[in-house]
């Protein structure tokens, strides 16, 4: 390992744009179809939620199954990786509950 290796750099690379780490959230409940995904995710585009989806896939924290259905059911779900996140998605999702409530400021 490079002497100037950093842990959160790493996992920033991993999950830390505006969009992994919620998919990654709503992926937490259990596989999901893509449009259904989408939906639960507010804000997201379609070309940003392809990217997303696609690069998660690509660092194996998702898998992608295609239903051979017309018309055509893509369906996602947490890999062992994926889910090996559950605790720091749910931490981060206990954090902003928490500061919300105590905090009218911010957003």
């Given at each position: 390992?490079?002497?100037?290796?950093?842990?959160?750099?790493?996992?920033?690379?991993?999950?830390?744009?505006?969009?992994?780490?919620?998919?990654?959230?709503?992926?937490?409940?259990?596989?999901?179809?893509?449009?259904?995904?989408q939906?639960?995710v507010?804000?997201?585009?379609?070309?940003?939620?392809?990217?997303?989806?696609?690069?998660?896939?690509?660092?194996?924290?998702?898998?992608?199954?295609?239903?051979?259905?017309?018309?055509?059911?893509?369906?996602?779900?947490?890999?062992?990786?994926?889910?090996?996140l559950?605790?720091i998605?749910?931490?981060?999702?206990?954090?902003?509950?928490?500061?919300?409530?105590?905090?009218?400021?911010?957003?």
């Amino acid at each position: 390992m490079n002497a100037n290796y950093c842990p959160l750099d790493y996992t920033m690379n991993l999950i830390g744009t505006k969009w992994k780490p919620i998919v990654l959230f709503h992926l937490l409940e259990g596989a999901e179809r893509s449009g259904v995904l989408q939906k639960k995710v507010p804000g997201i585009s379609n070309k940003m939620f392809t990217q997303t989806v696609r690069e998660l896939e690509k660092d194996g924290l998702i898998s992608r199954e295609i239903y051979p259905v017309v018309p055509p059911k893509v369906e996602y779900a947490l890999t062992a990786r994926g889910k090996s996140l559950e605790a720091i998605l749910k931490s981060l999702d206990q954090w902003g509950l928490e500061d919300k409530k105590g905090s009218n400021t911010y957003l």
